[in-house]
């Protein structure tokens, strides 16, 4: 089973030999065979990259995400074909009903509401309450925006009321690495279960191309939420990074059960997609630390 987040930070070369990602560094060479690898970023813009690595990635259903000069995740290596039968499952996406798809949002944002507010509860922020007033308020499809509303309460309570979402801050940019990441995860989900990302639940802007992923990733921002409330005095260096990607491999307590992260994820993504057309089949998003 794949395990290992592979994070690249400095001049290298990588490349495929034999079941290995291969990774070079002046006269060093690591192998890493490519069954315990899930994702790997690249943190550089001067690694050089085999193509044939590139396929063998994507035959293997392994995220590949690249960042910037600044650091900063820009994108990803996405697969065409990920499933036998992605032109049946893109078919179904295409005639999903929009009242299947209101009830469908309208659970997963009490998911999120309620872990936004067990957070809050969590480290002692009386707003919980008034977050929770909010859950039974949500109608389906959400159509009076409890979403919106509980957003401005909820991270003016964790960063204070002068935050801003998307200021040029540190604390943004922690939020957004660890998103980043988080978004990669659900789309390769996504895709292995032969959907497309571009047509979503809730999410429609013709200019995103992951609308469902930005709906099936809203009950897990808290985990990235906490975790930098927690280290909101840390600069966003590349331990932090390292820390933020670390996330995906903590274990949580899902419908009962351990599951490292990234597991949760995959059961989540499968099961929400199947819910589109039969919402008994939804699984509530409550998750607690081992």
């Avoid at 944002?109 to 957070?119: C, G, I, P, S, Y």
């Avoid at 499809?141 to 003016?156: C, L, P, V």
């Avoid at 922690?174 to 995860?185: C, D, K, Q, R």
């Avoid at 895709?191 to 995103?208: P, V």
């Amino acid at each position: 089973m794949s395990f290992r987040t592979v994070v690249i930070t400095k001049q290298s070369k990588i490349s495929y030999k034999n079941r290995f990602l291969v990774v070079k560094q002046d006269a060093e060479e690591k192998y890493i065979h490519l069954s315990e690898i899930d994702t790997i970023i690249v943190d550089s813009i001067s690694v050089s990259i085999s193509a044939y690595l590139l396929k063998e990635l994507a035959d293997n259903k392994i995220n590949i995400m690249f960042c910037d000069e600044k650091h900063n995740p820009f994108g990803e290596v996405i697969p065409y074909y990920s499933r036998h039968n992605s032109s049946k499952k893109i078919k179904e996406q295409i005639k999903w009903r929009q009242k299947d798809k209101d009830l469908l949002w309208q659970k997963i944002v009490k998911d999120k509401l309620l872990n936004q507010a067990l957070l809050l509860k969590k480290i002692k922020l009386d707003k919980y309450k008034l977050l929770n007033s909010y859950i039974d308020e949500i109608t389906v499809g959400d159509k009076t925006n409890r979403e919106g509303h509980a957003a401005k309460i909820y991270f003016n309570a964790l960063f204070g009321n002068g935050f801003i979402r998307n200021n040029d801050d540190n604390i943004n940019a922690a939020l957004n690495y660890g998103y980043a990441v988080l978004l990669s995860t659900v789309n390769k989900e996504i895709i292995k279960n032969g959907y497309i990302t571009q047509l979503g639940i809730h999410h429609k802007n013709e200019f995103n191309q992951f609308n469902l992923t930005c709906d099936l990733m809203e009950g897990f921002r808290p985990l990235i939420d906490n975790f930098v409330f927690h280290n909101k005095e840390r600069k966003l260096d590349m331990n932090y990074k390292l820390d933020l990607v670390n996330i995906f491999n903590n274990t949580y307590i899902f419908n009962n059960k351990k599951y490292v992260l990234k597991d949760i994820i995959k059961i989540y993504v499968k099961t929400t997609l199947e819910a589109v057309v039969d919402v008994s089949k939804y699984k509530e998003l409550i998750f607690y630390e081992e």
